[in-house]
T-cell receptor, first 108, second 114 residues
Framework: QKEVEQNSGPLSVPEGAIASLNCTYS??????FFWYRQYSGKSPELIMF????GDKEDGRFTAQLNKASQYVSLLIRDSQPSDSATYLC????????FGTGTRLKVLA | DTGVSQDPRHKITKRGQNVTFRCDPI?????LYWYRQTLGQGPEFLTY????????KSRLLSDRFSAERPKGSFSTLEIQRTEQGDSAMYLC????????????FGPGTRLTVT
């Protein structure tokens, strides 16, 4: 059974702080890894993807991948109340397995 | 460039009725995926198409579910003899089908079976 595990949260951080979201995956054959943001009642929105070990930065977001540890993370710098949402991690090749998401609350 | 669109956005139906949903992918995208999402869960893969060919179908998908993509453009997902357990958000996503192959989701169709 291929799985992607995330802590459901909620993860509460004050405005302006760094939010750190984590994810582990079981399928060592996974080649691509994604972070989606999902607001309540809306569909997932792609915010980051990564496929090589190391860090990838895009604005306030940094994705980190460690294939040896089967671990993916997302850092959100200067967190804003508008970042409050559920963050979904996905892993796979052409077919992606999603975690259940981590709910992030950014407190003003 | 328009994104993925889905129709209808909401559907309420009675148990035992058939329902059909439509998805229009991003125009140059070759791959189209259907997912189902229930409250508190991540999207669950149902099936996917490469152009008009349906290449994989989840074993979780019962025979009451069928999907088509007749001309390699839009796709339909039909659920026959709906059950209350079918109530969920049905999400469509599309991708180029190459490289990292990031998937972009449509707004979803929320199905409620009463």
């Amino acid at each position: 059974q291929k799985e992607v595990e995330q802590n459901s949260g909620p993860l509460s951080v004050p405005e302006g702080a760094i939010a750190s979201l984590n994810c582990t995956y079981s399928d060592r054959g996974s080649q691509s890894f994604f972070w989606y943001r999902q607001y309540s009642g809306k569909s997932p929105e792609l915010i980051m993807f990564i496929y090589s070990n190391g860090d990838k930065e895009d604005g306030r977001f940094t994705a980190q991948l460690n294939k040896a540890s089967q671990y993916v993370s997302l850092l959100i710098r200067d967190s804003q109340p508008s970042d409050s949402a559920t963050y979904l991690c996905a892993a796979g090749t052409y077919k992606y397995i999603f975690g259940t998401g981590t709910r992030l609350k950014v407190l003003a | 460039d328009t994104g993925v669109s889905q129709d209808p956005r909401h559907k309420i139906t009675k148990r035992g009725q058939n329902v059909t949903f439509r998805c229009d992918p991003i125009s140059e995208h070759n791959r189209l995926y259907w997912y189902r999402q229930t409250l508190g869960q991540g999207p669950e893969f149902l099936t996917y198409f490469q152009n008009e060919a349906q290449l994989e179908k989840s074993r979780l998908l019962s025979d009451r579910f069928s999907a088509e993509r007749p001309k390699g453009s839009f796709s339909t997902l039909e659920i026959q003899r709906t059950e209350q357990g079918d109530s969920a958000m049905y999400l469509c996503a599309s991708s180029l089908g190459q490289g990292v192959d990031e998937q972009y989701f449509g707004p979803g169709t929320r199905l409620t079976v009463t």
